[in-house]
């Protein structure tokens, strides 16, 4: 039995511990040693005992009522309590609450256990007891669980209700509870969890030492919402007890720190490091004055992306690192990245701020940055100069040799041949270089790439002793694409596979349909693609060379520009595609390209534009270019093939020209224009004047600088087709016989 007091007492422990062998359990599942009552005897049929019977249960009932009543009113009282206490009055609180919850509900003993962080020991932290009731917190810290109670810890751990109506009931598996109830002369008892975040932390009891007692749901039920309340409490204890521990470290941490550390609250600075104010040159009292408006530290076109991360942060929301700029007290500019986290500091949300100061480094890079473009600038430049010098040689060579020949036409026209084989590689090298160095945006068609590729691999091969092998999958999709671009991807690409493979083997092209959903490893929109594979079993490329392969001038080869391969990634990301390259050293390298596919409705147009070849035409055909080399020779073209041709110098006498030939019943059925004619009107002028007299006119646009965005999208302007200078007779012919109208009948 346990010895009686002449008064009441209560007590508390500190919280958590190990292990010892005894203690008073509690948590769910009702268990219940009463055995059921008898059912009821025979019905009485007496109609004053009925009355009576009925009498007694309506005053069972409004008992009953009055108790829940009562008893809500004290859990709202003690929530209220408890919710809003001072950190330091929480322990004396929930004494006097266990005081007078123990006394409303008329047992002789209620506590708290608490549980230790992993869950293996409990200790009675709180403890109020009638007079003449003995304490027993002294002797339960750090109770084993498992070794003390282990039918109670199955209960406790699941969190349910431990309802014990008669102890002397407990069944034999609860042999270890009974005892050590028994020895604190316990008869009924009920423990009910303590449940924070999700997670068992304890549990609230109450015990009947003079007499036996069952719980009613009712009673249950809101000894289940003080358990509740009094875990959150005790939870909120322990968070702002670790906070301010926290708080502590950080500022001890914060202080040390060589970054810029800040905290933020309501758009306000409330804590900055001695490194902080160092830096931006302003006093505490100053950058933590509720009236200093932080953004005035942030230099203004870096405003947006810092109010943009605070709301974002306001949201619950993380944020990355990211670079802005600050401005210090004396109009210093620094470069910084800002790493933010939303924290809780004094009870309430908050961001702290690490910065980094980054100024000497952004000085640095920006240096190191320009040596690098001034070299890369430097191998660019002596690049070009070999190359021209030597196409240059080439030709005046070739002309030399030529004018030598007057007496021979045949050996002069061989030599002539030689001299127009190196303008073309000249004109080649123009086009690469404006491709790389300024985008050159693809003038686009639809285009069947089955005999682009055959012709690719046909010259790019020939002469050489190494096989081809062509996987090329059926119904393949047809792109829109710069067909002159396109072939010089293919041929830079073969000729890199060539140089691979300097003792011969083999090279694969394959192409194939590929459709790409949203999240592809290759970052491109959604949609149908075409992927070219271009395969050789060469050397390969070394992992230390692979991120520099498509630098320009950059190889690795005896022979090699080091252009070949820039000018495929730079084609290739104008078109909208990807490139990628797989390699290891000895086995060879594999690149892939993906190119966007046309609309399925072009793969008629496609097939006839690859199947129609450059012809001989009749019509005639107005042509305006400011530079007099050029008329001369384009007329010469145009009148071999058969065209009847006018040359103007500039889009007015063109648009004269144009008007009169219409007067005079002569119309012109093409009209090939410069773009660009310095000091007078342009091709884009000429043609919007000349769509307004006649909305049918069929104008060609030429141009030598490939990048003007008319060259690529040309209809959109107006024009019917295009053709980039420098172009030969059949690349004029070829697309005058694409826009031509026979006017020949009308002469």
């Known amino acids: 039995m346990a010895t009686r007091d002449s008064r009441q007492r209560c007590k508390r422990r500190p919280k958590r511990g190990g292990s010892a062998a005894s203690a008073r359990p509690g948590a769910e599942q009702a268990v219940s ?40 009113r004290l859990v709202m009282a003690t929530s209220t309590r408890l919710l809003s206490v001072e950190l330091a009055r929480i322990d004396p609180t929930i004494d006097e609450a266990l005081e007078q919850i123990g006394s409303f509900m008329q047992v002789d003993r209620s506590y708290l256990f608490q549980l230790s962080a992993d869950g293996t020991t409990m200790s009675n932290t709180h403890e109020w007891c009638q007079r003449g009731i003995t304490h027993e917190m002294d002797a339960l810290q750090h109770v084993a669980l498992d070794s003390a109670f282990p039918y109670f810890a199955r209960h406790v751990r699941a969190g349910l209700v431990f309802h014990v109506p008669h102890v002397a009931a407990l069944p034999a598996e609860a042999a270890l509870e009974k005892a050590e109830f028994e020895r604190q002369s316990i008869q009924s008892l009920i423990c009910v969890p303590m449940v924070w975040l999700g997670k068992v932390t304890g549990f609230l009891g109450f015990d009947r030492v003079r007499q036996r007692q069952t719980w009613s749901e009712d ?21 702002e007890a670790s906070l301010r521990e926290s708080e502590a470290m950080f500022r001890s941490l914060a202080e040390r720190s060589p970054n810029m550390i800040f905290i933020n609250q309501a758009r306000r600075v409330v804590y900055a490091n001695d490194r902080c104010l160092e830096v931006m040159g302003y006093s505490r009292d100053t950058l933590c004055a509720s009236t200093f408006d932080f953004m005035q530290l942030i230099v203004p076109e870096s405003r947006a992306a810092v109010g943009a991360a605070f709301a974002r942060h306001a949201q619950g929301e993380d944020v990355p690192p990211y670079e802005y700029a600050l401005v210090t007290a004396d109009a210093r500019r620094l470069d910084a990245i800002i790493s933010t986290k939303l924290i809780t500091y004094g009870g309430s949300h908050a961001i702290r ?21 001034l070299e890369s600038v430097g191998v660019l430049a002596g690049g070009i100069a070999h190359d021209f010098n030597n196409l240059l040689t080439a030709i005046l060579g070739n002309i030399s040799l030529a004018r030598h020949c007057a007496a021979n036409p045949g050996g002069a026209a061989a ?19 404006l491709t790389f160095s300024r985008g050159g945006a693809p003038v686009r068609r639809a285009l069947c790439l089955l005999g682009l590729v055959r012709d690719a691999v046909s010259l790019a091969l020939s002469g050489t002793h190494i096989r081809s092998e062509l996987q090329l999958g059926d119904g393949l999709w047809p792109v829109e694409a710069d067909e002159g671009q396109l072939a010089q991807v293919l041929h830079n690409l073969l000729i890199n596979a060539v140089q691979a493979m300097p003792t011969g083997k083999a090279v694969t092209v394959s192409a194939r349909n590929v459709a790409l959903a949203t999240d592809n490893h290759f970052a491109l929109p959604a949609g149908r693609y075409l992927a070219i594979a271009v395969r050789d079993e060469g050397t390969g490329i070394a992992a230390a060379h692979l991120p ?4 320009p001038y950059f190889t690795t080869k005896q022979k090699g520009s080091g252009l070949g391969l820039a000018i495929v990634y730079s084609i290739v990301r104008g078109h909208g595609g990807h490139i990628g390259v797989e390699s290891a050293l000895g086995v060879g390298s594999t690149f892939t390209v993906h190119l966007p596919a046309a609309p399925a409705n072009t793969l008629a ?4 534009a690859s199947s ?11 042509v305006m270019d400011d530079e007099e080399a050029v008329r001369r020779v384009v007329v010469a073209i145009l009148s071999e093939l058969g065209y009847d041709v006018e040359a103007t110098a500039d889009g007015q006498t063109a648009i004269e020209a144009y008007e009169r030939a219409r007067a005079q019943g002569r119309p012109f059925g093409a009209v090939l224009l410069d773009l660009t004619v310095p000091g007078a009107m342009g091709g884009l002028a000429a043609v919007a004047v000349l769509r307004r007299l006649d909305p049918a006119v069929r104008a060609i646009v030429s141009s030598g600088y490939h990048d003007d965005p008319v060259m690529a999208g040309y209809r959109e302007h107006g024009f019917v087709d295009v053709v980039a200078k420098p172009y030969d007779a059949p690349a ?16």
């Open 548 to 551: 520099r392969i498509f630098d």
């Open 612 to 622: 129609s070849g450059p012809r001989g035409g009749h019509g005639r055909v107005l």
């Open 605 to 608: 147009t496609a097939a006839q």
């Open 353 to 373: 701020g690490i910065i980094t100061d980054i100024t000497e480094r952004k000085r640095y890079e920006a240096e190191l940055l320009r040596t690098q473009k």
């Open 33 to 72: 040693a009463e055995a059921s009552a008898p059912s009821a005897g025979k019905s009485a049929f007496v109609t004053r005992a009925a009355y009576r019977a009925l009498a007694r249960r309506s005053t069972r009932i409004e008992e009953a009522l009055r108790f829940r009543i009562a008893f809500e």
């Open 732 to 747: 004029l012919a070829a697309v005058l016989a694409r826009v031509v109208v026979d006017s020949v009948a009308t002469v």
């Open 415 to 433: 030599w002539l041949h030689e001299a127009e084989k190196a303008a073309l590689r000249a004109r080649d090298l123009t086009v690469q270089l």
């Open 219 to 239: 009673a249950i039920d809101l000894l289940r919402i003080c358990g509740e309340i009094f875990a959150s409490t005790l939870g909120r204890q322990e968070a």
